[in-house]
Every structure is written in structure tokens, then in C-alpha cells.
């Protein structure tokens, strides 16, 4: 323990020169931290969106439903879609089960005619677990939008709701009428009559512009669908399974596919790759610059302390511990920067969130967000291993230079 | 206690031929012995030689009756460790540490405990006469006082030989003459050889034996 206490005296031996590798080992610390914490609030966002935007935590599916497009409605089905989701019900790791179809077609009003995505949903179960009131909440305050609510729960009630963009393509607003065309299951043309009871905001431009929610009633008569669903959205009761359920459910149902959210969100995946890319750079430079300015330090430290290690050499001191001394050294910048670092990203992170930032929406979206960068202890753990593995291995070289000096040569120095 | 045997340790200095030449000599347990001679002469050389931080081209070190000077680096650091003491002429205190620390420090080194190594290092010190200074940092003492916690620090660890180069050339003849004093008390008080390199004819004037070297031989005495 002797060494780590000249250690930690050597470091305070130069106060400002220790002060200004602190100040870059705190900011790298803080620029990794918060990165990590902005991140984490990105991609619990996106995750949040994925999950309750439909996807639930797994999806249930035909075997090849991912492969190539549909050339005529529920030609890739869970032929007994209903049966299926009575069955998963019954699993304890299951919350609920929300079937759906997806279809596509016509949507007309007067003489205007624009194609759509449809998906037809359980009208009492959805809100419940999916955003369709955030996304009708959002829609209400469109054009046309005053007065929506969700569709009803009467299976004789032919409603639908609208994206915003649908919508305003049609001159629709609440309470038009219009008229839903597609093809059955057996190929034949078949057409339903619906009332818009809301129009949604679903926070992508694209599917704004395509996209509509019907009933489950109201999309098995237009398809003709009976028991048949595109899909189930399977909500889970422990999130953090969903991978051990995900290979348990497909080995209980082997004739469907069980698909994980995180599969099929690929904005989420293209987002967090992204994300992983940027910050992983700025990130490869900031340990660079934390090497280099602890690297230098210590050196420094080293060239003005040559004849004291001549004198430690000759008093009988291996040169192993010249090289431990100047890891101890390391170790005590790295501890001081990671505790300094964390108390200055608790603090700014607590102040930022406080200012209540808006961010400007991302790229493809409608919706800006607040900021609210998250408190993360992995990301800090291991932003303070990264910064000190940096550090132990920049004392190398000084430890080194250290260790191979001639305690003659040491002796002479001025 | 120290014999060197045909020691030779050769080094280019200015373009000329250095070091010193087939030197052999005796020093026996408790003697303060002094290297004398002009710069140059190899008085240094010839000390680090006989304290192990150098290894000679040709010779050997013999001490307590066992070869030395051939043996691995991590040998030669135990033996500087626990049975040799430095003194040097520019004191060469860790300045972080108090003259207390400092005294500690090889002990420390060597494993003792620090509740240890503070008994040992305190006394030391009281020895020397620093007793009321050891709290204080190598800043804090004036030239005599740092020479003085720089034996004790050689001292604390009780060892059988302790070299010293020049120990009096930065202090004033005040200072000087004590300090020389203080060693030769050890040397017959505790049975440590001292070894000093020299050319200040008070310390040569407090020497058990003088060995008087020119041009890195022996000067061979009347």
C-alpha cells in the first residue's frame, strides 16, 4: 500500500496539471454518460412505440407470412386465428391476445378514391393495450378531427378511424361517410359501407397518409374472413422474457412463426444501429483524447521525477514496482475523473430534464419529444471501466520508460 | 565486509576513457572509510560498483563474504533493500513525503508493518537528532537537517554497509563537520560500515581509513 499512497501523493504534487486531466477525464465521462442516457430514452421510445403500436411483445403468424406480399386478402392466415388466441390465453405468461388483419384496398368518397392499409382490431381489447388513444388524442386536433373517439365495441357498428393524411386526401373529417372496397378471401370484389368516428396521428408521415382501423366485425365482412386472422399480438406479463417466451411459445405452437417486437421493428433496429455508430465513434474519440491527455501527464510526470526513481531504484525498489507505481497513479485518475464525471452527469442530467427541452421530431416522424435522459447505472459502470482500462493502459508507456531507466543514468539526472 | 576484487568499470566520458581499474581493497565491519580523490578520480563510479547500481566489466563485490555484483537484477534489488543504505550528496528525499515517510519508506518497502516501521523510523530519527522535525516535509528542513534524515533513512533499516557520495559537499563546514561526526559515532556504535566518497579534507580527516584513488586506480598508500 506504500505505492498507492506515494501515488496518490505524486498525483497532488502537481495540482493544476492533475486538475486539467480530471477536467478531461470528467468531461468524457459526462459526453459518454449523457450520450448513454439519451440513448436509453431513444430506445425506450422506439420500443414503447414498436410494442404498442401493434406489434405487442411477440407476434403470431403463418409460417412465411414475412415472405412476399399477399396477392389477395388473408391468403397468409391463421386459418383458425380466434381458436389460437382462446388457447394462448389460457398461457400464465400471457396478459391478453390481440388478433388482427391486415388487408388492403379502396377507400372512396364521392368520386375520390385513394388505396389504404387496413388493419382490423378488437375494439374493447386495443385500447387497452395498444396507443390507439395517444394516436387519436393526436388525430382529434387535425383537420376534421374534433370530436374523435374510438371505434364501438357493437359488432353490428361499421366505423372507422382515419390517418390524418388518409383523411385529408378524402376530404374526409368525423362523422363522413364513406365506403371500404376489397377482394374476399375467395377473390371476389366486396364493399362495406363505414362512418369515420376519429381520425389518429400515427407519428410517421407514411402511414398517416395509408393508413385505417376497422373492427374485427367490420373487416370479416368485407373480407369474408370467418375464423381467420392475419396475425395475434401476444402481450406479454414480464416484458424482460420475451426472448425465453418467444422459444417457448413457438415450440408450443411449431405450425405458426412467433416473431420477437424487436425482429420486426426495423426502424427500431435501423435507429439503434445508427445510434450504436455515432456514439460508438464519438465515443472511440473521446477514450483517444482520455489516453493521450493521461498518457502525457503521466509522462511528465515521469521526466520530472527521473533522479527520485534513481534514488526508489537504488534504495532497492524492482522496476515491476516503478511500473505499478505509475498504474497506481492511473488507477487513482481514473477513480477521481469516474466519481467527479458521475456527480457532474447527475447533475446536468437532472438540470436538463428539468428545463423540459423539446427536441425536434426525428426524421420521418410528426411528433417532436421532450427530453428525459435517463438515468442509466450499466451505461455509467461501464463508461467509468472504459475510462479507467484507457487510463491503466496510457500509464503503460510511462511505467515503462520508468522502469528501464539505469539507476546510475537516474542518479546523474538534473 | 566489503572486499572489491580487481573491480574495472570502463565508460567513454568527453571522448576520453573513464571509470576505474583493476581496484581491489578491504574494509572491515564498523570502519568509516573514505574514497578520496579529485573529480573524476572514480570515487563514484567505485561506490555505485560497491553498492550494486552498476556492474562492473571485470572483478567482483564481495559482501559479508558472498559475491554479489554477478548476481540477477531482482537480487541485487533485495540486497540494496535490506542490507545496503545510500546517502547522496543532493540528500534525494521523495519530497511528498515527510522526513518521517521517508524514513519509512525502504522499511515499508520490505513488508514491515507501518505501526512497525514508525517505531523504527521515529527512532531513527531521534538519532539523528530530527525527532521534533519529523512531521515536516524535505522543504521545510534546511540542508543539514535533510542530509541528516537521508542516514536516518539509510540507517532504519539496519543495514550491514551504507554508501555515501559526497555527503557533504552541499552543506556549509557548520553542518558538514557534525554530520561526519554522526557517522563515525554509528560506525562504532552499531557496528555499520560506512563507505563515503569524498575529497573534503574534513570528512577525510574523520575517516577510520582513507583510500586515495587518481585517474580510476588506487593510489597506493605510505
Known sequence: MILARLALRNLLRQRRRTALTLMVVVAGFLALSLAGGFMAQTFQGLSDAAIRGGLGHLQVMPPGAMEGDEAQSLEKALPDGEALAARLRQDPAVAEVLPRIQFMGLLSSGPRSVAFLGTAVDPALEPKYMASAEALKDGAKAAGGEGSRWISADPAAREVILGVGLARALGASVGSSLTLMSTTRDGALNAVDVDVAGLQDLGLRELNDRFLTVSLATASQLLDAGPARSRLSVVLRRPQDTAAEQARIQALLPETSVKPWFELASFYRQVKMLYFAIFGFMGLVLFLVVLLATANTLLMSVMERVREFGVLRAMGLQPRQLLVLLQWEGAFLGLMGSVLGLTATLLLRAGLNALHLQMPAPPGTSHGYELNIHLVPAVYALVALGLQATIQVSALFPGLKAAQLRIVEALRHV | ?222
Open chain 2, 1 to 222: 565486509m566489503l572486499e572489491l576484487r580487481n573491480l574495472t568499470r570502463a565508460y567513454e566520458l568527453g571522448g576520453e576513457r573513464a571509470g576505474v581499474f583493476g581496484v581491489s581493497l578491504d574494509i572491515p565491519k564498523g570502519c568509516l572509510a573514505v574514497l578520496a580523490g579529485p573529480s573524476g578520480s572514480g570515487k563514484t563510479t567505485l561506490l555505485q560498483l560497491a553498492g550494486l547500481l552498476d556492474t562492473p566489466d571485470e572483478g567482483e563485490v564481495i559482501l559479508d563474504g558472498e559475491a554479489v555484483s554477478g548476481l540477477p537484477e531482482k537480487a541485487r534489488c533485495d540486497l540494496r533493500l535490506k542490507r545496503l543504505g545510500f546517502v547522496f550528496q543532493a540528500f534525494n528525499l521523495v519530497p511528498v513525503l515527510s522526513a518521517l515517510e521517508n524514513v519509512m519508506l525502504p522499511l515499508q518497502l520490505q513488508g514491515v508493518t507501518e505501526e512497525d516501521a514508525r517505531g523504527r523510523a521515529e527512532a531513527a530519527l531521534a538519532r539523528v537528532g530530527l525527532a521534533d522535525r519529523r512531521h515536516h516535509r524535505p522543504g521545510q528542513l534546511s540542508g543539514g537537517q535533510q542530509q541528516r534524515a537521508a542516514i536516518a533513512r539509510a540507517l532504519a533499516p539496519d543495514p550491514l554497509l551504507v554508501l555515501a557520495d559526497e555527503p557533504t559537499a552541499s552543506l556549509d563546514h557548520a553542518h558538514g563537520g557534525p554530520l561526519m561526526d554522526l557517522m563515525a559515532e554509528l560506525a562504532s556504535e552499531r557496528g555499520v560500515t560506512f563507505v563515503v566518497a569524498s575529497h573534503d579534507p574534513s570528512v577525510i580527516a574523520r575517516a577510520h581509513r582513507v583510500f586515495r584513488l587518481a585517474d580510476g586506480r588506487l593510489v597506493p598508500q605510505d
